[in-house]
């Protein structure tokens, strides 16, 4: 899943780079368990579902606009009305209603459920790529089945989790109430939801998800400087739910913080799983490959599910489990879907003739081997960071 060369061969601080970026990534997916845990405190503890994603879109903007602007300056084309539209349509799809729809679904629901929904995000990424003609479909092949067989486990897998919660198979034996931390006791709260609804709303979160994911390939391809984009993004996401909150939040108090473990909430939200999230995930994307970060997604559902029973006291209902088991093998079908799609473009892309004139000499095998495989990288979020 990683490239044979580079990873094995560099050593940092006496770590091979390989090995660095398995560490990386289980930080990662316990940096995105802990946003999924603190999200659903910061919900408990009465934090406006506006006044968190403004703050946590600031503070994402503020880490990486500096970068953006520094790092990209030879990569950045000039600005113009139509990138300024696609831009704020892009924060509109991938910002607000991606993150409105998240806190929404997890305010009623649970942070595992949550987590185990996000698996479906690959699978119904290709569904609309194939949809909209970006992604082929190639059903007499074993790489296309398995993308359908996939697809249709997710789907199967979320719908499972929407419509049947099940009866209780799992509930910890003692709930936290004085023991753990202030953050501890109120995150316990999450009774009397609509658990259907708060599905149906994880569902928009997801959808939401896959739209942004591909419409940023053709953005990217006439605006090639990845972290402006999400900058970009970040700020026109934050001016939209600054205008939202103008007519929705009329408690000017929402706005301060009354504790600790609220301003908690906030900073990691936007340090850990928004900055330091997105420069880690861009790093393992770069050095291994979007395929090898994804096969990570899963574990993060896993420490999610330890994490909500140890600090929430969290049940796990029977419907849930068989949803997630779903969702879990649609995502490895679909994954290796592509992966096997991208083997069988690389060896027709060597077998075919080299260009024998200048008017065929963009038809190489290295252009036949990326226009076989266009969708390799809106699969995967580029950040999650801006998917919850």
Request: net charge positive.
């Amino acid at each position: 899943m990683m490239a044979e060369t580079g990873p094995a061969a560099r050593v940092v601080c006496g770590m091979p780079e390989k090995v660095q970026l398995h560490v990386a990534m289980l930080a990662l997916q316990f940096g995105y368990a802990g946003f999924h845990i603190v999200s659903r405190a910061a919900l408990n503890m009465g934090v406006s579902k506006l006044v968190f994603p403004v703050y946590r879109n600031i503070i994402a903007l503020l880490l990486l606009a500096p970068f953006a602007f520094f790092f990209e300056k030879k990569d950045r084309p000039a600005m113009t009305i139509s990138f300024i539209v696609q831009f704020f349509l892009l924060a509109l799809c991938g910002i607000t209603a991606n993150q409105g729809f998240y806190l929404l679904g997890l305010d009623n629901t649970s942070p595992t459920f949550a987590s185990a929904i996000q698996n479906s995000v690959p699978a119904i990424t290709f569904l609309m790529a194939a949809a909209l003609r970006i992604e082929k479909v190639r059903i007499k092949r074993r790489d296309g089945i398995a993308k359908v067989a996939g697809t249709v486990a997710c789907v199967a897998g979320a719908t499972v989790i929407t419509l049947y919660k099940g009866p209780t198979i799992f509930s910890p034996s003692a709930r936290p109430v004085t023991t753990g931390t202030e953050l501890a006791v109120v995150a316990a709260d999450g009774n009397g939801k609509n658990w259907t609804l708060g599905c149906v709303y994880l569902m928009g979160h997801c959808l939401s998800w896959s739209g942004w994911l591909v419409l940023q390939a053709p953005v990217l391809k006439k605006y090639p400087a990845r972290l402006s984009v999400t900058a970009y993004t970040c700020f026109f996401g934050v001016i939209q739910f600054l205008l939202i909150a103008v007519f929705v939040e009329h408690d000017t108090k929402a706005w301060v913080f009354t504790s600790g473990s609220e301003l908690f909430t906030i900073l990691y939200a936007g340090f850990v799983a928004s900055g330091i999230a997105f420069a880690v995930q861009i790093w393992c994307i770069d050095r291994g490959g979007p395929v090898f970060v994804a096969v990570y997604q899963p574990v993060q559902t896993f420490v999610v599910a330890i994490m909500a029973s140890m600090v929430l006291g969290e049940e796990f209902y029977l419907g849930g489990i068989i949803g997630a088991v779903l969702i879990v093998i649609g995502l490895y079908l679909v994954l290796w879907g592509k992966s096997e799609e991208k083997s069988i473009a690389g060896k027709e892309a060597r077998q075919l003739p080299y260009p024998v004139d200048e008017h065929d000499a963009i038809r190489t095998p290295a252009t036949a081997a990326f226009k076989a495989s266009s969708l390799s990288q809106p699969l995967l979020p580029p950040s999650v960071s801006d998917s919850v």
